[in-house]
Structures are given as C-alpha cells and as structure tokens.
C-alpha cells in the first residue's frame, strides 16, 4: 500500500512562497490563490546536472521545487532567479524582514507580528497579519462618545484616562488631576494632600488615580456576583458563563463574538470562523476547482471538500 507524502509538510511543493498556501492532497498537492481559488502543482523533468535544476517550458513563475535537498528557483520563461533563493528557500540568518527560518523545512516562515506582540497597534488598534508583514486598523474615535475609545476585543467604548496620558490641562503644581466617566476634574490641592473617596494619590504624575478595588478586594461582592472596576468606584455585576461577558448597558450576559474580536484559534487560510452562542466553531475553507466539487461532513462537523472526481477515500462517479 502506498502512503501519501506531504509535499506541503516537506517543502516540496511548487506554490510560490508569500502568495499561494500549499494544500495536500491524496497522492498530489494543490496551491491556494489569495481568492480561495486552488492552482495545480508543476510537474516538470528535473535535470540535477543542470544550472537551473529544472527542465522545461515555463507557463508562469516563479517556482520552488525541492532537489536533492536544496530548492531551486526559476522565474519567468525559465530564466533563474537565483538573486531570490533566500528569500524562499531559506537560510539560517538570511530569511528578509518579517520571516524567519524554519529549520524543519528549510524555508523562510512569515511571522505572526501580531502574535508576538501584545499591543503592536496601540489602544484600540486592530492588527492584521500579513504574509511578510502586519497592517493597523485603528477604529475610528467617533464610534465612541468623547473621553472614550473603542476596544475591540471587548466590543465596548472604554473610558480615556486622560490624567494617566497626560492629555488634561490641570495645573500639576496647584491642582490635582481626578480622572472621570469620559473626561477629567482639576481640584485644587489641600493642605492635607488627600484625594476624593475612590481615589489614591500618584507622585509620579502629580495626579489622584483610581483606586482598583477589584483588584485590591477591597469590594464587597455577593456569591455569584464579579467587580467591574470603575472610575472612583466600582460595580457588582452578574457572573457570566464561559463564552459570554455581562453588558451594562443591557444589565444582563451577551454573547462575546470569538471570530470578530479575533479570540478564535482558527487557522487562516484554511479554517473560517463561525460564531456560536457562547463559543465558536472552524470551518473549513472551501476552495474552489474548476470542475464540480463534492461534498461531505467529517466526524468533526465541519464540511470537507474534495476536487472533482475524488472524495475522502472514495471515487465520486
């Protein structure tokens, strides 16, 4: 019985690096467009004597075929590209900005900047990953009432603490700053120093800051209850099942939404995430062929699709 090898797994697949995602398929591998459309896999003669490893006309480029250990790069009309070797095959040390190398298979893998760093796009900022690199979306202010800015894994407006950005206009040396619901107090200093009820008093911005007592259990929260910390005080709400958070504004647990708040472990390109009350679910992608597709439910629930002429260990008639 022959066993199917993994082009995709040992990088030796043909799909070109940064643009298409290899896809393995029962004896064979397809590429994986931007638009979700598949590109079968190059087959050419490979001649390992030969200056540019490959043999053959060329319909598009460029490719990557591995040889002996080692891949070899042909642009248009079969003319090497040899001065892009690195940036595909990879290299320890050689991989360019926003890769880096996978010793397993020998290439450059993009790198999640997203994942590897918390807040890359500051308060409110959404960051997407890109092959090579990450964009910023940052949500637009005016979805959000002045003194407050949008969170988006939240889904809510959070209150601006314009004393801690210093985005106030108190007088440090006379007055105090005294952070509020979507704005800001100046007080005047007393003799005694001390802040309002709810507040302590912070030297290194001159300013009376919130006091925390969630995280200070200084709450007095009833069994089923949690403490939502406020500006100057705090609050006791509904304690929510997993997969759901308490809305103030509705008194009573939403849904939190995995997929738009990007909470979910799907992975992109192969796996669309759809939301449930209280959870979410991956689905998988469904590429598209040029011929009819058929379709089936794995044991997982998620729907599998096969090209034309194939299903998952059977011949579609």
């Not at 590109?39 to 002996?68: C, D, E, K, Y």
């Not at 320890?92 to 890359?120: F, I, Q, W």
């Not at 407050?148 to 603490?161: K, R």
């Not at 958070?245 to 995430?273: K, M, P, Y």
Request: glycine share 12%; charged share 20%.
């Amino acid at each position: 019985m022959n066993t199917d090898v993994d082009e995709c797994l040992e990088a030796i697949h043909s799909c070109m690096p940064g643009e298409q995602v290899c896809y393995n398929q029962e004896g064979s591998y397809s590429c994986v467009n931007p638009d979700g459309s598949l590109t079968a896999p190059w087959v050419h003669p490979i001649n390992p004597n030969s200056a540019g490893g490959i043999q053959g006309p060329m319909a598009r480029g460029p490719v990557s075929i591995g040889l002996g250990g080692r891949n070899d790069h042909i642009g248009m009309g079969g003319e090497s590209s040899a001065d892009r070797a690195d940036y595909f095959t990879g290299s320890p040390g050689r991989c360019p900005t926003g890769y880096k190398y996978n010793s397993a298979s020998r290439v450059c893998d993009d790198v999640d900047e997203c994942l590897m760093v918390h807040g890359l796009c500051g308060r409110g900022g959404l960051c997407t990953n890109t092959i090579g690199s990450y964009s910023c979306t940052q949500m637009p202010r005016d979805t959000c009432p002045p003194g407050y800015l949008f969170d988006l894994p939240l889904q809510s407006c959070l209150d601006i603490d314009e004393c801690a950005e210093r985005a106030d206009n108190c007088d440090r040396d006379s007055q105090y700053c005294i952070n509020t619901q979507g704005g800001f107090a100046c007080q005047l200093r007393d003799s005694s120093g001390s802040c309002p009820a709810g507040y302590k008093y912070n030297a290194d911005n001159s300013a009376c800051e919130d006091v925390d007592e969630c995280a200070e259990g200084l709450s007095v929260c009833r069994e089923g209850e949690v403490c939502r910390n406020s500006v100057g005080a705090y609050d006791c709400d509904i304690e929510c099942d997993l997969g759901f958070q308490f809305s103030v504004g509705l008194q009573t647990c939403v849904d939190i939404d995995e997929c738009t708040a990007g909470l979910h472990n799907c992975v992109r390109g192969f796996q669309v995430c759809k939301n449930e009350p209280g959870s979410f679910r991956c689905q998988r992608s469904r590429p598209r062929f040029g011929g009819h597709s058929s379709t089936r439910i794995d044991s997982d629930g998620l729907d599998s699709y096969a090209a034309a002429g194939f299903s998952n260990g059977s011949t579609v008639q």
